[in-house]
């Protein structure tokens, strides 16, 4: 009988050895189970802000790209603008190099007038052209030499103090920036 039961106690300690070894292993799946669980919900969070955060840079960039793309059509818009304007003032340059004869005396005839009344009588003129030599002669002012320029006069005072540049490319260079603002408000009804 002694045998017997030591046969049944190990019988009896290898079924409680099975059937602990089954509960551990149910344990550990259990444990398992939930760290992998648990691991797909960490990664499905972090895929989330990785996507959040992903798109949300995009945007970003979208923004920089939409705000520079913007800034450069401006630019471009800009610089157009200005080689139109820029064409204006050639034209008009032009223009006064070309005027007719009389217009162009009566016009250089106010600018001395002008100009005279600001620096006294005794003034002294240097010419661009031939026909200022004329008007001046004919204003009784004296010619003191002869200027290369498109157009107009430079008069001075008797003591050579101050000097007015009327000829017309000192006249376009003064007014350049004014008459660019008319100019753009005028082609481009802009409020600068």
Do not use: W
Not at 20 to 30: D, H, P, R, T, Y
Not at 57 to 72: F, G, R, T, Y
Not at 161 to 178: G, P, V, Y
Request: net charge positive; proline share 1%; glycine share 4%.
């Amino acid at each position: 009988m002694g045998s017997m039961s030591a046969e049944k106690i190990i019988k009896r300690i290898k079924k409680d050895a099975e059937k602990e070894v089954k509960n551990i292993l149910k344990e550990a799946e259990k444990q398992a189970a939930k760290i992998q669980d648990d691991t797909k919900k960490q990664v499905k969070t972090e895929v989330e802000k990785i996507l959040r955060d992903g798109k949300k840079q995009c945007e970003n960039i979208k923004k920089i790209l939409i705000s520079k793309a913007n800034q450069d059509v401006k630019r471009e818009i800009i610089k157009a603008q200005e080689k139109i304007i820029e064409e204006c003032f050639n034209k008009a340059y032009q223009k006064l190099f070309s005027l007719p004869e009389k217009k162009y005396a009566d016009m250089v005839t106010r600018l001395i007038k002008k100009s005279c009344a600001e620096l006294g009588r005794q003034c002294l003129i240097t010419i661009s052209r031939d026909i200022d030599r004329k008007i001046a002669e004919k204003l009784g002012i004296k010619v003191e030499g002869q200027v290369k320029a498109s157009g107009g006069v430079i008069l001075k005072s008797a003591d050579g103090k101050i000097t007015i540049d009327n000829t017309f490319d000192s006249i376009l260079k003064r007014r350049k920036d004014e008459l660019r603002t008319q100019v753009g408000k005028i082609l481009f009804h802009t409020k600068k």
